[in-house]
C-alpha cells in the first residue's frame, strides 16, 4: 500500500495550493481517506476526509469554508484545495486511508505560508 502526497510549497498568505494524494495497493472505493497536519512541536491534527462512498465530506472547524476535499476514483486520487492560506496553516500536511482505523499513512508534503 503506498500514500504519496505532493503539491506542497512556499506561498504568501491568501493563496491557494492544492495537495494531491495518490493511492495505490488497495481497493480505493473502500477506503476513507483523510488529511492531516503536523505543525513544529505540535501534535498531528485531523484536517478533513471524504468517506469511501458517496463523496461526503467532513472538515475540522479551523478549515471549514477554506478547505475543500474530493477524490478522483479513475485516478486513485484525492486533492486537498486550499484556499486563502494563512500562516498557521503552516505544516506538514499528511494523507491517510482507513477501513476502520487510519491505518495507512503518506510520507508528507511540507506547506509553508509567509505572512
Known amino acids: 500500500v503506498q500514500l504519496v502526497e505532493s503539491g506542497g510549497g512556499l506561498v504568501q498568505a491568501g493563496a491557494s495550493l492544492r495537495l494531491s494524494c495518490a493511492v495505490s495497493?488497495?481497493?480505493?472505493?473502500?477506503?476513507?481517506i483523510g488529511w492531516f497536519r503536523q505543525a513544529p512541536g505540535k501534535e498531528r491534527e485531523f484536517v478533513g476526509r471524504?468517506?469511501?462512498?458517496?463523496?461526503?465530506?467532513y472538515y475540522a472547524d479551523f478549515v471549514k469554508g477554506r478547505f475543500s476535499i474530493s477524490r478522483d476514483s479513475a485516478q486513485n486520487t484525492v486533492y486537498l484545495q486550499m484556499t486563502n492560506l494563512k500562516p498557521e496553516d503552516t505544516a506538514v500536511y499528511y494523507c491517510?486511508?482507513?477501513?476502520?482505523?487510519?491505518?495507512?499513512w503518506g510520507q508528507g508534503t511540507q506547506v509553508t505560508v509567509s505572512s
Open positions: 471524504i468517506i469511501r462512498s458517496g463523496g461526503r465530506t
Open positions: 495497493g488497495l481497493t480505493f472505493s473502500a477506503y476513507d
Open positions: 491517510a486511508a482507513r477501513p476502520g482505523s487510519w491505518d495507512y
